[in-house]
């Protein structure tokens, strides 16, 4: 028996222990994953997290499904308006500012929303085909309802969408422009 093949050999009891402990840290990374509960029409406030003022601040005003708080920071050359994700155990947002200050104020602050969804709604931990829908219906609903921006604000940020061919999980530029409308009026 090889070297390797001799560290890879487990024996029936030890076997039937990793098996059971993995099983119990699969449940346990389960059982903290959200239920659909927080659906899309959740606002922040109902989740405990107060309205955000103004744009550019270091505290986006998002939690997460956990109920911590999101932290905003910039990165530079980030390749996108902005991401969702963990520094540690932290939820951040991550936000490109060369990209966002040649966006209109209404569109950064969507941008920060829809990244603020992916955590509220659990997207990091239990993503589905429409996260990226869902988040944007999120955030479209939370900034006209926190009056950040208003439905005819979306048709004007058209020309900032126009070029985006979209991706696998995103819609194509105009596509998406017409699915926040849609997300307004529901």
């Not at 024996?11 to 059971?20: D, E, I, R, S, V």
């Not at 921006?149 to 070029?163: C, K, V, Y």
Request: charged share 25%.
């Amino acid at each position: 028996m090889s070297r390797s093949a001799a560290l890879l050999s487990v024996p029936p009891a030890a076997g039937k222990f990793l098996a059971l402990a993995g099983a119990f840290c699969a449940a346990a990374v389960l059982s903290r994953v959200p239920a659909r509960a927080q659906t899309i029409d959740a606002p922040i406030a109902s989740i405990g997290v107060p309205p955000v003022a103004g744009v550019g601040r270091r505290d986006p005003g998002c939690r997460d499904f956990k109920r911590r708080p999101v932290r905003l920071i910039e990165v530079k050359a980030l390749g996108d308006a902005g991401r969702a994700e963990y520094i540690g155990s932290g939820p951040v947002i991550k936000v490109d500012p060369e990209i966002m200050q040649r966006l209109p104020e209404g569109l950064q602050l969507f941008f920060e929303l829809h990244e603020c969804a992916h955590h509220a709604l659990g997207h990091l931990f239990a993503p589905t085909l429409d996260s990226e829908k869902e988040a944007d219906c999120w955030a479209i609903k939370e900034g006209v309802r926190r009056k950040v921006f208003t439905p005819s604000d979306i048709a004007q940020w058209r020309p900032h969408f126009e070029n985006s061919r979209g991706s696998v999980t995103h819609l194509p530029g105009p596509q998406r422009v017409a699915f926040l409308a849609n997300c307004v009026e529901e």
